[in-house]
């Protein structure tokens, strides 16, 4: 063990340092996807910039698709992170997932070059296979879906076979059992069919159920986890609670895809299904608040890790608020007729994602961080501490922010677009000229701003947290 | 099978479709913290959260007319009887499981932390 501070690999053991790979890639896509939200954001306002050197249907691409990439990446490393605590051996077939980290990465970078290369040009049945399969927020051609799904294969074997040469827990358990659906679902928005409400029924499959699914399981196995690190929180009782959210989960979120289906021209039943089970989705969350409080006061919030603490409470609001009510309030077929496709849906995903997603993510780069110094004292007084603290608030005061803008522009665009001009082209531009559409895109762009300053404090604090500090980290173990 | 929303509805609908979410939450937190710091004087508080929740999903259904349908119907009376009972279910869970874990402790002296604690019903006082 080196000295405590120091950024050391020896500190880590050998999934931990294929973990900090990830987190680190996780981290630059991080960045991309900021910069380009900033390029498109800025489009709005102004729609010349950039025109035919690097459009709107680019950056917003690259926007989404490096957000799904880097928490991909996050997950996996996060996964990493805690196989051989968990199962008490090394990680089975480490060499394969390291090879396939480089594997991974290089496709990545690959894939986002043609797309920034090849902007236009012909839509052939080669341009499925080598430069894009078309289909919005999975974008990526053949060869990498394909790639992806090896990837997550590879993955999953090295989940599968380590827990099962070493010992089985609650949390390997369903992290393993969630990584079958994760590469399968995937497979999903493979196939090709002529047929717009066909092809659309099964890319939600993969939208909707990676995301409300098997994603969400697996931050509740991050959690469940993260818990037990930062809190102290025993092992039995967070792993009862992984099975009942796992179950709730499942129970409201599976067949909440029927909101997806509301208007792609599948038969009328989704709008019963669907309605039923949005209504019951916010349940589980509301279940969270009750479990949270009385967490709280068994534990005293003494944590051994302030700022990943911080973050996963940003977590429970985030997910409770982006998911729970903004979701829960478009929801409704009722109204959802006139919100789908606005503004609102950015304003839903932009806060659902970053509350669910990339807290828990963050969180966990904080758990590594702690552990790659030496297992350094992150509780309070912490030297420098004041870095963690404002990234956080900048970051989520520009999330809501930019929220609050979308939604301006969403209310603005379900009523003049929608409801008024009934979705016609004429009805499209109207609600894009509207000032409440420019003042939302405007504040929206702002907090953008506000946003991406809050992610460069974000890295500078972790690749300094720790650094002065002599003390080891407190201790939280609550014996189980 | 549906009703659309009236344009003039729209706010109303957004508005109390968000309040129900933000009082079930409330009523839950409220709920818990009465439960968990022994203070009964908040539990009149927790279900008048939830009443307000229940005026919300009322207002809710009036906007997006839900009250035309009797599915629509019963899947409001599911959501006030879901967001009734899950505070109490999850309660007792917390308790189960607490205590469950605790018994496979080693024994320890009692404290205010303690999930027996949290077992008593909300009108006694911890000594």
């Given amino acids: ?480 | 099978m549906i009703e659309p929303v009236e344009l003039a509805d729209f706010f109303v609908t957004f508005f109390s479709a968000a309040a129900v979410i933000l009082c079930g939450a409330l009523y839950a937190l409220l709920f818990a913290y009465s439960r968990i710091r022994n203070m009964p004087r908040l539990m009149p508080l927790a279900y008048a959260a939830y009443a307000a929740l229940f005026a919300s999903v009322i207002v809710l259904g009036d906007a997006a007319n839900l009250f035309g349908s009797l599915f629509w119907a019963a899947v409001m009376m599911l959501m006030l009887a879901g967001y009734l009972a899950a505070p109490h279910a999850v309660w007792h869970l917390c308790v189960t499981t607490h205590a469950a874990a605790q018994r496979d402790m080693p024994a320890a002296p009692p404290d205010s932390s303690s999930p027996e604690t949290f077992q008593r019903p909300c009108k006694e006082k911890t000594p």
């Fill in chain 1, 1 to 480: 063990m080196t000295a405590l501070g120091t950024i050391d690999g020896t500190n880590l053991n050998g999934g931990q340092k294929l973990a900090v790979k990830y987190f680190c890639v996780a981290a630059i896509l991080f960045g991309a996807q900021i910069a380009f939200g900033l390029l498109a954001g800025l489009q709005y306002l102004i729609p010349d910039f950039l025109y035919e050197v690097l459009d709107f249907s680019i950056n917003r691409m690259v926007h989404i698709n490096a957000m799904v990439v880097w928490m991909l990446f996050g997950f996996i490393g996060s996964a990493y992170w805690l196989m051989e605590e968990e199962s008490g051996i090394p990680v089975v077939g480490l060499k394969l997932g390291n090879l396939v980290f480089w594997i991974f990465t290089a496709a990545v970078a690959v894939v986002v070059a043609v797309y920034l290369l090849v902007q236009i040009g012909p839509g052939e049945h080669s341009t499925l296979w080598l430069i894009t399969e078309g289909r919005e927020y999975i974008e990526a051609p053949r060869w990498a879906d394909i790639g992806i799904v090896v990837c997550l294969l590879v993955f999953f074997f090295n989940a599968a076979a380590t827990f099962n040469k070493g010992k089985w827990t609650g949390i390997g358990g369903v992290l393993v059992l969630d990584l079958i659906a994760l590469f399968g679902i995937y497979l999903a928005g493979m196939f090709y069919t002529t047929n717009i409400s066909v092809d659309q029924y099964w890319w939600w499959w993969v939208i909707h159920l990676w995301v409300e699914a098997t994603w969400e399981v697996l931050v509740g196995v991050l959690m469940a986890y993260g818990l037990m690190t930062v809190l102290g929180a025993r092992r039995k009782i967070v792993e009862t609670w992984l099975y009942i959210e796992v179950a709730l989960m499942f129970g409201s979120g599976i067949l909440g895809l029927g909101h997806h289906y509301f208007w792609i021209g599948t038969p009328e039943y989704w709008l019963s299904i669907g309605g039923f089970f949005s209504a019951l989705e916010p349940v589980p969350l509301v279940a969270m608040v009750v479990h949270a409080v009385f967490d709280s006061g068994v534990h005293k919030m003494r944590s051994s890790n302030h700022p990943a603490m911080a973050w996963l409470i940003a977590h429970a609001f985030g997910n409770f608020f982006g998911a729970g009510v903004w979701g829960f309030m478009h929801t409704l077929p009722q109204i959802n007729l006139y919100t789908h496709g606005t503004q609102w849906s950015a304003s839903h995903g932009h806060l659902a994602f970053f509350g669910a997603y990339a807290t828990i993510n963050i969180a966990f780069f904080y758990i590594a961080m702690q552990k790659w110094r030496g297992n350094v004292w992150m509780s309070g007084d912490l030297v420098g501490g004041w870095k963690w603290k404002w990234s956080m608030v900048l970051l989520n005061l520009g999330m809501v922010g930019m929220t609050m803008g979308l939604l301006v522009a969403g209310y603005e665009q379900s009523q003049i677009e929608r409801a008024i001009e009934g979705s016609t082209w004429a009805g499209y531009f109207a609600a894009q000229a509207h000032p409440w559409f420019q003042q939302g895109m405007f504040w929206r762009m702002i907090f953008g701003g506000m946003f991406a300053a809050g992610y460069v404090l974000l890295v500078l604090d972790l690749l300094t947290i720790g650094r002065h500090e002599t003390r080891p980290a407190q201790n939280v173990s609550a014996g189980g």
